[in-house]
């Protein structure tokens, strides 16, 4: 039976997501994430396995990174049970270890704007397709950690850039972090 991938989504929230690099290990709380279930028209998974997408077909806890858009690196966690292909986006983190490292990944900015977005995300901690298929349960270059801090208030909106079944409330926020991507009147 597969699980429910929107579940997975909000129960990333407030976990911790670490890269470990050769001068240091960079880490952030995760803060907003989409889910993207079986049969959802607007995932990866939806034609069916390629070799591009096979990691979102691994059991549960992998990583699926993919590139987009000819400029960014995305991470997603594989969702369900091997074989079903699903999985979660993670959009956004609070920085928290190697700060200045990131800057150095991804320039120098407001904080906030760090790790504000998929792709940002992914540069501040210097992941690409290298880390395809990893299992983000285990430590190693990397992956996730439970986080040290009592639950925020988990809002829930519509994904953000895609147009398929857009209209879908699977997109999942910590309520008031300055670190949350998206239009504000998402973020409420």
Avoid at 1 to 14: D, Q
Avoid at 44 to 54: I, K, P
Avoid at 60 to 77: D, E, K, P, Q, T
């Amino acid at each position: 039976m597969p699980v429910e991938t929107a579940a997975l989504a909000r129960f990333l929230i407030g976990k911790v997501v670490a890269r470990a690099l050769p001068e240091g290990v960079v880490s952030g709380r995760i803060v907003e994430t989409e889910a993207y279930g079986v049969g959802d028209a607007a995932g990866h998974a939806f034609s069916g396995v390629t070799e591009r997408n096979s990691s979102l077909f691994l059991e549960r806890g992998h990583a699926y990174v993919y590139f987009i858009y000819g400029r960014s690196w995305m991470l997603n966690v594989s969702a369900e049970i091997s074989g079903i292909g699903a999985g979660v986006l993670i959009r956004a983190i609070e920085p928290r270890d190697g700060v200045s490292l990131m800057r150095l990944n991804r320039g120098d900015g407001p904080l906030r704007d760090l790790a504000r977005g998929p792709g940002r995300l992914a540069a501040a901690l210097r992941i690409d397709r290298s880390l395809d298929g990893l299992d983000l349960c285990r430590t190693g270059p990397l992956w996730l950690a439970r986080g040290d801090e009592a639950a925020d208030e988990i809002g829930e909106s519509v994904r953000i850039g895609i147009s398929r079944e857009a209209d879908r409330l699977l997109r999942f926020y910590v309520r008031g972090s300055p670190y949350v991507s998206g239009l504000r009147r998402l973020n409420a």
